[in-house]
């Protein structure tokens, strides 16, 4: 079983909608990241958080917001999508002691 | 502040050639180097990892990649590309002393392995 899972692997929504991402993990590390991925852009980071009640804007935080429900569960929101979101994004996790991040498989998204 | 410059966002090998992907970074504390891999479909998977040991890294697959701090460069090379290795790499920094484990990546570069 996958160690960092993503759901919906993808996504079709309009312009305007509501979206969350999930992401859960059942590696026990207490870090974790949202990136999205872009063509000849690498990954940019969205958020990170270090706990539950630890939570970081990172370098392209506009537009997102996030949860950490619980150690192993962070979600992505998209309050009122917009084209430019339509991304690939990644679930990643760390924990203190080890300086490896491991990615989920993805969540393709497109906003028409 | 930190950043890392991928030369080549495509690069065409032809099976059984030597791959050589390049990676310049730029850190104000000394770095860890990554290099990733993503297979079509896939998330990220780590190939190696550069963290103040030895300046030659070995990874998996066959991958190596050189530290060379007086160039500022983190090269990754195999001595004989394999059908297998088609891929997007990507070249990612993290200074040494971040507790966030906060890491930088650059534009990634697609292999592509011609029979």
């Known amino acids: 079983d996958a160690d960092v899972t993503q759901t919906p692997r993808n996504r079709i929504t309009k312009t305007g909608k509501r979206i969350m991402l999930e992401c859960s993990q059942t590696?026990?590390?207490?870090?974790m990241y949202w990136y999205r991925q872009d063509p000849g852009l690498g990954l940019r980071l969205i958020y990170y958080?270090?706990?539950?009640?630890?939570?970081n804007k990172g370098e392209i935080s506009d537009g997102y917001s996030v949860s950490r429900q619980a150690q192993a569960k962070f979600s992505l929101s998209l309050e009122s999508a917009i084209p430019n979101q339509t991304a690939l994004y990644f679930c990643?996790?760390?924990?203190?002691?080890?300086?490896?991040?491991?990615f989920g498989p993805g969540t393709r998204l497109t906003v028409l | 502040a930190q950043s890392v410059t991928q030369l080549g966002s495509h690069v065409s090998v032809s099976e059984g050639a030597l791959v050589l992907l390049r990676c310049n970074y730029s850190?104000?504390?000394?770095?860890?180097l990554f290099w990733y891999v993503q297979y079509p479909n896939q998330g990220l998977q780590l190939l190696l990892k550069y963290t103040s040991a030895a300046t030659l890294v070995k990874g998996i697959n066959g991958f190596e990649a050189e530290f060379k701090k007086s160039e500022t460069s983190f090269h990754l090379t195999k001595p004989s590309a394999h059908m297998s290795d088609a891929a997007v790499y990507f070249c990612?920094?993290?200074?040494?002393?971040?507790?966030?484990?906060?890491?930088?990546f650059g534009g990634g570069t697609r292999l592509m392995v011609k029979p």
């Open positions: 958080s270090f706990d539950v009640k630890d939570i």
């Open positions: 850190s104000s504390v000394p770095p860890y």
């Open positions: 990612a920094v993290m200074g040494a002393h971040n507790a966030g484990n906060m890491l930088t």
């Open positions: 590696k026990g590390h207490d870090r």
């Open positions: 990643a996790t760390s924990d203190s002691a080890n300086n490896e991040q491991f």
